[in-house]
């Protein structure tokens, strides 16, 4: 699902009851679009004329470029909101995500059985759907005369299909070998190369979304 502001407004709430003693004031909440995170909180730090460290303009930053799950989602609205916790209520850590942090993930995990984690990075993935959401890939789909199925994404380009296509046919038994064009995302966990590699689709699973894949692109004749 694609996170909005109504939904996120809504789980922090929710969620601010459930965990947080609703101790967190509400905060301002932004949809982005940048690559590389799932869910920034960020605020200013400021010196007074004591001496005394200032936390303001708290900003809860959500992303709408990764599509994620539900559960995904208010995941990542709980980890952002345990950095709110913990800087709100001036609370010492041993780093960012440090004993502190992760003692309050840990809690709420086995409370509600959920699946919150500790950093912020990507799956591979979720990598790849940030880095271009629309983008197309060039992929074989190789049949062996054995039965099997591979497949083998390489650069959208003439000279990348018909060196692989021949070399494909040189040192494998091949009963067939199609091209499509496809932006979905089951290709985009293989490596787009010119690399001789087939990556065997052998579980059921794989198999049905490799057709699901397949019936949503545009095969490309290779003359
Ligand atoms: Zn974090």
């Not at 629309?134 to 018909?162: C, L, N, W």
Request: charged residues 25%.
């Amino acid at each position: 699902m694609t996170a909005t502001v109504p939904f996120i407004a809504d789980c922090f709430r929710r969620f601010n009851e459930r965990y947080f003693e609703s101790s967190l004031p509400e905060i301002p909440i932004r949809l982005s679009n940048a690559k590389g995170f799932l869910g920034k909180l960020t605020y200013t730090r400021r010196r007074s004329f004591w001496r005394t460290e200032n936390y303001e303009n708290f900003v809860l930053r959500i992303n709408t470029r990764i599509d994620l799950s539900q559960a995904e989602l208010e995941d990542t609205i709980i980890h952002e909101m345990i950095h709110y916790y913990i800087a709100y209520h001036r609370l010492s850590d041993t780093s960012t995500h440090g004993t502190r942090f992760r003692a309050m993930i840990t809690a709420i995990n086995r409370r509600d059985g959920r699946h919150i984690t500790v950093t912020h990075r990507l799956t591979d993935e979720q990598q790849q759907q940030a880095a271009g959401r629309q983008r197309g890939r060039m992929v074989a789909v190789v049949e062996f005369t054995d039965g099997r199925i591979g497949v083998k994404v390489v650069p959208h380009r003439v000279s990348y299909m018909q060196a692989f296509q021949s070399g494909c046919r040189r040192h494998f038994s091949v009963a067939s070998l199609r091209w499509y064009f496809s932006h979905d995302l089951f290709f985009a966990r293989f490596p787009s190369s010119g690399a001789l590699r087939v990556y065997l689709i052998d579980t059921p699973d794989d198999r049905s979304a490799l057709s699901q894949a397949l019936s949503q692109a545009r095969e490309i004749t290779l003359a």
